[in-house]
């Protein structure tokens, strides 16, 4: 498939289980960050066609770091993770520019609908 998608996740169990669901529906190149600053860093050195990125996460929040990555590159494709009763967190990052978000804790044939809704 040729995509590269980044996923941000500051539970090394949840980076896991998104890259085998992903892996396993042909996602190969799959890198991951384990918070916003690894996650902007890694955005920066090298293009990513979508991140996947988690809200609650120390150092820097999903919402700081989807605003970075947007500063970086204002097409960039970002969808949101975010347990339940973050509702109000996920309409700030819809009006930041996410495309979509996945609510905790989420089904792998979600994650799979979003990820090729949004690379198609």
């Given at each position: 498939?040729?995509?590269?998608?980044?996923?941000?996740?500051?539970?090394?169990?949840?980076?896991?289980?998104?890259?085998?669901?992903?892996?396993?529906?042909?996602?190969?190149?799959?890198?991951?960050?384990?918070?916003?600053?690894?996650a902007v860093a890694a955005y920066q050195a090298g293009h990513h066609?979508?991140?996947?990125?988690?809200?609650?996460?120390?150092?820097?929040?999903?919402?700081?770091?989807?605003?970075?990555?947007?500063?970086?590159?204002?097409?960039?494709?970002?969808v949101m993770c975010s347990a339940m009763g973050q509702e109000?967190?996920?309409?700030?990052?819809?009006?930041?520019?996410?495309?979509?978000?996945?609510?905790?804790?989420?089904?792998?044939?979600?994650?799979?609908?979003?990820?090729?809704?949004?690379?198609?």
């Amino acid at each position: 498939m040729g995509k590269k998608i980044l996923v941000v996740d500051d539970a090394a169990f949840m980076r896991l289980m998104i890259k085998d669901v992903l892996s396993k529906n042909g996602y190969a190149e799959i890198e991951e960050a384990g918070d916003g600053e690894l996650a902007v860093a890694a955005y920066q050195a090298g293009h990513h066609d979508l991140v996947i990125l988690d809200i609650t996460m120390p150092n820097m929040d999903g919402l700081e770091a989807l605003k970075r990555i947007k500063g970086i590159d204002a097409s960039s494709r970002v969808v949101m993770c975010s347990a339940m009763g973050q509702e109000s967190m996920v309409v700030d990052a819809i009006k930041l520019g996410a495309l979509d978000f996945i609510v905790k804790p989420f089904k792998p044939d979600r994650i799979i609908q979003t990820v090729k809704n949004i690379l198609g």
